[in-house]
């Protein structure tokens, strides 16, 4: 989802991004909602590898949609942080934020498996735990510090968090992502509870 919402604001027109926008989250409800009824579905019929199996044909179907839908544009200017950046072949590799992208995937994998481990395999007091939470933080950390110093184009410029408008946008998608994953657990727990008893 993440990569996807990467794409499309690297790849893709703002005037249409909108669209491009509406068809990858209408996929991903529609993904979200029929994912597990039709998983268990095959799982249970012709057996759990076909999940896996029928993956393919999909996915070079969007990977032909991709190619002829996303027109191949190569920009020779980036506005980053209000100043005008050139870029050409040569040195667009230098522009990429490897160092934050890999601090990022790092910190957040980390704090992903404490908060699954937490509870479910593991006390929260546990030591597996409460390690992965402190690394986390501490990749964390290190991504906001390469980003504020990076010579690239930042994976998170620290210039989004300036003014309250920007500070409001992001409190409020935060909460509505825990709003949506707290009413899932919630359903799955209560479709649990009625099919145990």
């Known amino acids: 989802m993440t990569m996807a919402t990467i794409i499309n604001s690297d790849m893709i027109p703002f005037k249409e991004r909108g669209m491009y926008q509406a068809v990858q989250n209408l996929l991903h409800g529609f993904g979200s909602i029929c994912g597990a009824s039709l998983g268990g579905l095959i799982a249970d019929t012709i057996g759990w590898r076909w999940c896996f199996l029928f993956q393919v044909p999909i996915s070079f179907f969007a990977l032909l949609v991709g190619y002829f839908a996303v027109r191949d544009f190569k920009p020779r200017e980036l506005v980053v942080d209000g100043?005008?950046?050139?870029?050409?072949?040569?040195?667009?590799?230098?522009?990429?934020?490897?160092?934050?992208?890999?601090?990022?995937?790092?910190?957040?994998?980390?704090?992903?498996?404490?908060?699954?481990?937490?509870?479910?395999?593991?006390?929260?007091?546990?030591?597996?735990?409460?390690?992965?939470?402190?690394?986390?933080?501490?990749?964390?950390?290190?991504?906001?510090v390469v980003e504020m110093r990076t010579n690239a184009i930042p994976i998170m410029p620290i210039s989004m968090f300036k003014g309250g408008l920007a500070v409001s946008n992001i409190l409020s998608n935060v909460c509505v992502g825990m709003a949506a994953y707290g009413v899932r657990m919630s359903t799955h727990r209560s479709i649990h509870h009625l099919l145990t008893n």
């Open 83 to 144: 100043d005008l950046v050139s870029i050409d072949s040569r040195s667009i590799w230098g522009h990429i934020d490897l160092s934050g992208s890999i601090l990022l995937v790092l910190g957040l994998s980390a704090q992903l498996a404490a908060l699954s481990m937490g509870g479910n395999d593991f006390e929260w007091a546990s030591w597996q735990v409460l390690l992965s939470l402190a690394l986390s933080i501490i990749l964390l950390g290190a991504f906001i």
